[in-house]
């Protein structure tokens, strides 16, 4: 397969680096082909602005989505961007490694997301209508591929568990598995998470790389989060709500896993 | 009262530009005072680095952590955080107006969380033993000030509700809200959130400038969300889970709301 690893810590020697060089040496020792882009090494340009495009804006005013759409279409993109968008279409399976900060990812890697994920190419993709509201959830430029996150937490598991004061993992993750990597197309994994990342030795850092290792190499075999898909009847459109018949006890974000 | 707005949108002629205009407006003229970190505008650095502190790493590595942390304690933080914390201590209130992009905020505001919120500052305040987990969830720092978000979204409010297949709306906030406001010591109001923004005509504009308004002039009033404090009992530390007898029905984000 070809996997690309966007990865986002700004100290290489740090576990996150560690668990990033683990893991390319073991998909590539695996036969697979590798690219990594290495967020912070790279100097990524974080705030999404008008400086996107490689022409001003249409109108006086900069906006977000339509000069994003202008420059997609019209070639116009700065070319990182362009060249992100290249090995998301080359990659089969993409990998986000990040340590959760404030319960998200890095400024960094939004700025991934929302710099690379041009109108035209994450969104906007398809027909919209009042009776059909584009290619997304489980549709879109990016499906067939898989996706992962590899997360540190620098938390304990039970502060992310069910009743945990943080909230559960899974529910602080939705927004970026269903709302960023399944929108667009891909099939997502569940996740690989690292709490207590304080408190790694060289005997947990082995216990984590053999855990790690086997998430890898069932990458191809692993079952997909079993998100609903959009246009496959589980929603009206366009209030985009579940019908009533689906899962009719459940509200929140398990209502959309089947 | 002292107000901080903080502010993130590349276009002022936006509709968040209107509506951050409307809002110092009406807060000065009800006698407030205020000040607006305007991120795009003051080219605000979105990715915490080495580069935050005034000096280099106390180690060969960099740790976001241990050294914000001595920048912190030691007046070595670079001086854009520093001001914005001093914004902070000023301020009785705090507003974070944005797009969500991404079903979060955009980068660059997330990043001027992770590099103000410094290490002794916003985390690691208090006590941290195994039977006293820091002052935080209700206690810290920005104990006793109050928060409040100001969203705009794309997508129609059937889209976020409790069905919705964006996820409810408070869900999605709820990192936000309970992880990166209430974690510090706000008393956070229920959001102004703003939908289907492509759609704002005059008419509609004077409408929600109405429904701002006067959540805008009801801010000392407005009863916040009754997030559970973490060391008032509902909790077992170090676990961090709810005690059995708290809301013994109730998982995920919700339980923790009185």
Not at 63 to 91: C, M, N, T, V, Y
Not at 153 to 159: A, I, K, R
Not at 175 to 188: A, C, N, R, T
Not at 243 to 257: K, S, V
Request: glycine content about 8%.
């Amino acid at each position: 397969m070809n996997i690309l690893v966007v990865y986002a810590h700004p100290e290489p020697r740090s576990l996150n680096g560690s668990l990033r060089n683990f893991s390319v040496k073991r998909l590539e020792e695996a036969g697979h082909a590798v690219q990594v882009s290495d967020l912070y090494a790279m100097n990524w340009k974080a705030s999404l602005d008008a400086n996107d495009s490689r022409v001003a804006p249409r109108d006086l005013r900069f906006d977000p989505s339509l000069d994003s759409k202008h420059a997609f279409e019209h070639g116009l993109q700065s070319e990182d961007i362009a060249r992100e968008q290249e090995k998301l279409r080359w990659a089969d399976t993409l990998i986000l490694q990040f340590p959760l900060w404030w319960f998200s990812m890095p400024a960094i890697l939004k700025g991934w997301v929302e710099r690379v994920y041009a109108y035209g190419f994450a969104y906007g993709v398809g027909e919209h209508s009042d009776a059909r509201w584009g290619d997304r959830y489980g549709e879109g430029t990016l499906a067939g591929k898989r996706a992962m996150l590899v997360v540190t937490v620098g938390g304990w598991e039970s502060h992310y568990s069910a009743r945990g004061i943080n909230g559960p993992i899974d529910d602080i993750l939705f927004p970026i598995h269903h709302g960023i990597l399944y929108y667009p197309g891909f099939d997502v994994l569940p996740p690989f998470v690292v709490y207590r990342t304080g408190r790694t030795d060289e005997a947990r850092f082995a216990t984590l790389c053999d855990e790690l290792g086997r998430r890898l190499d069932d990458l191809a075999n692993t079952a997909p989060i079993a998100f609903r898909p959009q246009n496959a009847g589980a929603y009206d459109i366009p209030a985009l709500t579940l019908r009533p018949e689906i899962a009719p006890e459940m509200n929140g974000f398990a209502a959309h896993i089947g």
